[in-house]
C-alpha cells in the first residue's frame, strides 16, 4: 500500500511570507502528526491531529498551524516565515492503537528553504 | 519537561556489534521507541519497549529499564547499510496531552 506522502518535496519562500505543506496518510491511519527537523535542534514535534482534531500540540508559535480533513489528510501552514523556520517538515501517520507507542511512519518531508 | 540523551556519534566495524544508549527524563511515561534515519530519507521505525527488558527483532535489538529510566538498541552483524542515525523517542503525558520527544540521534558510522 501507498506510504505517506508529502507535497511539495522542496519549497523556497521569501521572509514574511507564508507556505501550506500537504500531507497524505496512509489509508486507514487517523492519526497525522507534523514534526520540524533541524541539525541545531533535531526533530520537534508540532503537533497532532486525529479525526479532524488537534489532539496535541508541541511548543512552536501561533504562526504554526494545521488541520485534518475527513479523509485524513492535513495541511500545516506557517505564516509571516522567518529565517529560522527553514528545516525539513516531516508528516507522520499511525494507527494510534497505543498512545504510548510512537510508531508511525513518516514521510520523506518537505524541504522549506526561508530565504 | 521531556529530555532524552543520546550519543552524538559511534564508529565500528562491519560484522561487530554495537549498543547506542538513551537515557531519559520524563514524566508520564508510556514506552520508549527507536527510529532510523539515512542521510535524505525518512525517520523508519525500528522497536517500541512498553515493560522492561529485551526486545529482539532480527539483528536489532531494544532494551528497557524503567527503573533506570534508561534504554539501549543494540545491532548485530553490522551491515554498511546500517550506518545512518538512531533517535530514541518517548512518548509522555503533560497536562492531558501526550507529547512524542525524540532525542537529538546518534550517528552510527559503519567502517569495512
Known amino acids: 500500500k501507498a506510504g505517506v506522502t508529502q507535497t511539495p518535496r522542496y519549497l523556497i519562500k521569501t521572509r514574511g511570507q507564508q507556505v501550506t505543506l500537504s500531507c497524505s496518510p496512509i489509508s486507514g491511519h487517523r492519526s497525522v502528526s507534523w514534526y520540524q527537523q533541524t541539525p541545531g535542534q533535531g526533530l520537534q514535534f508540532l503537533f497532532e491531529?486525529?479525526?479532524?482534531?488537534?489532539?496535541n500540540k508541541g511548543n512552536f508559535p501561533g504562526r504554526f498551524s494545521g488541520r485534518q480533513f475527513s479523509n485524513s489528510r492535513s495541511e500545516m501552514n506557517v505564516s509571516t516565515l522567518e529565517l529560522g523556520d527553514s528545516a525539513l517538515y516531516l508528516c507522520?501517520?499511525?494507527?494510534?492503537?497505543?498512545?504510548?507507542?510512537?510508531?508511525?511512519?513518516f514521510g520523506q518531508g518537505t524541504r522549506l528553504t526561508v530565504v | 519537561g521531556q529530555s532524552l540523551e543520546q550519543p552524538s556519534e559511534v564508529t565500528a566495524v562491519e560484522g561487530a556489534i554495537v549498543q547506542i544508549n538513551c537515557t531519559y527524563q520524563t514524566s508520564g511515561f508510556y514506552g520508549l521507541s527507536w527510529y532510523q534515519q539515512h542521510d535524505g530519507g525518512a525517520p523508519t521505525f525500528l522497536s517500541y519497549?512498553?515493560?522492561?527488558g529485551l526486545e529482539e527483532t532480527g539483528r536489532f535489538s531494544s532494551f528497557l529499564s524503567r527503573s533506570d529510566s534508561y534504554g539501549y538498541l543494540l545491532l548485530q552483524e553490522l551491515q554498511m547499510k546500517d550506518s545512518a542515525s538512531y533517535f530514541c523517542?518517548?512518548?509522555?503525558?503533560?497536562?492531558?496531552?501526550?507529547?512524542?520527544?525524540f532525542g537529538r540521534g546518534t550517528s552510527l558510522i559503519v567502517h569495512p
Open positions: 519497549n512498553a515493560l522492561d
Open positions: 507522520a501517520s499511525s494507527l494510534d492503537r497505543d498512545r504510548g507507542n510512537t510508531e508511525a511512519f
Open positions: 523517542a518517548v512518548r509522555s503525558s503533560s497536562g492531558g496531552s501526550y507529547i512524542p520527544t
Open positions: 491531529y486525529f479525526s479532524e482534531t488537534q489532539r
